[in-house]
């Protein structure tokens, strides 16, 4: 099978070395990843705001990008949730890239029939973050777990794993000092864990800064690096 890797602009920015590892995973279970050039932000940020003749621009120009019929598989739910369900709206030709589009773990699950990658995680204590895309959106919260969990990791209960980070892209930004409680309020719910999982870079960015501005010593990881890492470590 042969699957497009959209990247989105955060992984790029912020986390590119979680879009390698997740062609690294993706190629380590018989995938060919291409990386088409081109790509750009997935236009979220515009369609947020109202803006909708630009983010039609955009979409359009991500058709363009992602012509075919490769699944578009992305370490991202937030990107996922937008080209699936927001797509088709904007203009008729992103009917059918919604159809393909997927967040990594769904792929992975879904789409490939993967449970277990290893035991690469074997003692570790981890908590996962969904992002509100991922589970609200795509209805992909059990996913990540599952593999998780299947790579040898204990994901440890916490009360407010399915509660907003408070990022929310421009929420932050319009209301700062309500993203800021939440983001304390799911920090103070979470028990000792080696580490805190995401598969979304706003909410990473968001809880990881929170978590440094306390003062807490809280690795926060993205789901793509630590799934490879379930990958390569138990191989």
Not at 52 to 77: C, L, W, Y
């Amino acid at each position: 099978m042969r699957v497009s890797l959209f990247a989105t602009c955060l992984a790029d920015r912020f986390f590119a070395e979680a879009a390698a590892d997740a062609v690294r995973l993706l190629r380590s279970l018989d995938v060919d990843v291409v990386v088409p050039p081109g790509q750009t932000c997935c236009g979220q940020p515009a369609f947020n705001t109202g803006r909708q003749d630009e983010a039609r621009r955009i979409a359009r120009h991500i058709v363009r990008v992602f012509a075919g019929k490769d699944p578009v598989v992305m370490p991202s739910g937030s990107c996922a949730a937008m080209l699936r369900r927001e797509y088709p709206e904007l203009l008729p030709e992103g009917r059918d890239l919604a159809s393909r589009a997927y967040e990594l773990a769904e792929f992975l699950v879904k789409v490939l029939g993967v449970r277990e990658l290893g035991g690469g995680l074997r003692g570790q204590r981890l908590a996962y973050h969904p992002g509100c895309h991922a589970l609200r959106g795509l209805g992909a919260g059990e996913e990540p777990v599952t593999l998780l969990e299947g790579a040898g990791a204990e994901v440890v209960p916490w009360d407010a794993a399915h509660e907003c980070c408070g990022f929310g892209g421009l929420f932050s930004v319009k209301f700062p000092a309500v993203s800021v409680g939440m983001a304390d309020r799911k920090l103070d719910a979470l028990p000792p864990v080696d580490a805190l999982v995401s598969g979304d870079g706003g909410c990473l960015l968001h809880l990881g800064g929170r978590a440094r501005r306390l003062g807490r010593d809280l690795p926060v990881r993205h789901l793509a690096s630590v799934l490879w890492e379930g990958r390569n470590g138990g191989s």
